[in-house]
């Protein structure tokens, strides 16, 4: 099978209606609310944007038909989620954020038809939201997930969970959390961790706080969360006990890959924005665009949004075809990761003081897209995970 870079011309006409609809509708909701949606009056906007995806037919295409999507492979995902992160509103219109998306992707995957029926169905439809519970605080589970210290134990018909989780995107509204706990093994042994769904309204688990960050956007804000003597019942299981480490790359490996796509829309936003005003600007006799250095800033990040797309979609044709064991997703992630931000900051610079200031979101938009560097896998952590595999490759002669 080779990879073949076009797409459908159903994928392309669900491009062009993303687009439009982000347009003409979302981007005006952005103006409105700075992007930023907090309480009732937040979730008031959610409920509309969305409504309003449904009605121009473009709401949470990545699940299946049977959940009011369009079941869209990873490699049709791609254009249609770089057209909805045009806007940092778009993918919450599109019921595509994170975490939702990666969540009901994995649930799609892996949870029992009475967990689908429970969980995933309204999660597709919008009437909740969820958040996914890994990260802990120092010493436990980060670049490192063998490191988990949150613990489950086995109980008379069920499970009880303790341990603490930070940066939780979502928690704060969320109907319920995918809680990773240790179920066999010693932090640092990796063992067996294992995939819990734990309602909202479960005494044992309460959020503690809100963490204040550099982005605003990620609807929910990043939380703490304490797991104390939290109890659930077998059935809130998702998957089998101990193969937890295995499902969160179920869920990681595309999660990575559509976080690439969002972003990579806001790097195409901030391009445009650039553009326009390098073709108005007249410095030192001559329009901004036309001035070498300038030339080079937005042919660097032409460069960039074309490598991007292409890694992007290398690494989804490779998770479609279901192909293991290779670099393609760590190598996506970091190059796009780093690419956005270059992206941002050059359309930035472009820019000169209009682009710091709040009369424009290029400042916001490079708030929102430094944090993707440490989330999904550090650069640090993909680069030394693509190191070993090519080094490994060479001494057993072959490609990595
Ligand atoms: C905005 C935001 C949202 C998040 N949302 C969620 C969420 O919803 N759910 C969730 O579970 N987690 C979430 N996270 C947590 C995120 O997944 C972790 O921050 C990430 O895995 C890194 O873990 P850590 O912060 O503990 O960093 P650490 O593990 O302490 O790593 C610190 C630094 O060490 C370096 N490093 C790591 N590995 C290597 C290596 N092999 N070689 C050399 N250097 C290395 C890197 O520079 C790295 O930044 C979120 C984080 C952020 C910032």
Not at 12 to 25: G, S, Y
Not at 44 to 54: C, I
Not at 175 to 186: D, F, L, P, Q
Request: with cysteine; net charge negative.
């Amino acid at each position: 099978m080779t990879l073949n870079l076009n797409h459908s011309p159903e994928v392309n006409e669900l491009v062009q209606r993303t687009d439009t609809f982000i347009r003409d509708v979302v981007i005006k909701a952005e103006e409105a609310t700075k992007s930023v949606l907090n309480g009732a009056k937040g979730e008031a906007v959610r409920f509309e944007l969305q409504q309003a995806a449904k009605d121009a037919g473009v709401f949470a295409p990545h699940v299946g038909v049977e959940y009011g999507g369009k079941g869209l492979d990873m490699c049709a995902r791609a254009p249609v989620f770089e057209a909805a992160g045009y806007s940092l509103l778009g993918p919450l219109a599109l019921n595509i954020a994170a975490p939702d998306e990666g969540n009901m992707h994995m649930l799609e995957r892996i949870a029992s038809e009475e967990q689908q029926e429970k969980y995933l169905k309204p999660l597709a439809a919008g009437e909740i939201r969820s958040c996914f519970a890994m990260t802990e605080p120092a010493p436990g589970a980060g670049s490192d997930p063998g490191a988990l210290r949150t613990t489950a134990e086995k109980v008379a018909g069920g499970w009880r969970i303790n341990g603490r989780k930070w940066f939780i995107t979502g928690a704060d509204g969320a109907a319920y959390a995918i809680c990773m706990a240790r179920t066999s093994g010693e932090p640092g042994g990796r063992g067996g961790a294992t995939m819990f769904l734990v309602d909202a309204d479960n005494p044992g688990m309460s959020i503690t706080r809100h963490i204040e960050t550099l982005d605003e956007t990620l609807y929910g804000g990043h939380c703490e969360i304490d797991f104390s003597n939290c109890e659930v019942p077998d059935s809130a299981v998702l998957g089998e006990v101990d193969r937890g480490f295995e499902y969160a790359q179920v869920r990681l490996g595309p999660a990575r890959m559509t976080h690439c796509m969002r972003w990579l829309g806001i790097a195409k936003r901030a391009q445009d924005i650039a553009l326009s005003r390098v073709n108005e600007r007249q410095v030192f006799g001559s329009r901004l665009a036309d001035l070498g250095m300038a030339q080079k800033m937005i042919a660097d990040n032409e460069i960039d949004i074309a490598a991007a797309r292409a890694l992007i979609l290398h690494a989804c044709w490779e998770l479609d075809q279901e192909i293991a064991g290779t670099s393609s997703v760590s190598i996506a992630k970091t190059f796009v990761a780093e690419a956005v931000w270059r992206v941002v900051d050059n359309s930035l610079q472009l820019c000169g003081s209009l682009g710091v200031s709040g009369d424009i979101l290029l400042s916001r938009f490079l708030r929102e897209v430094r944090p993707f560097r440490i989330y999904d896998g550090p650069s640090e952590t993909h680069r030394w995970a693509i190191a070993k595999r090519a080094a490994k490759a060479a001494r057993q002669g072959g490609e990595s």
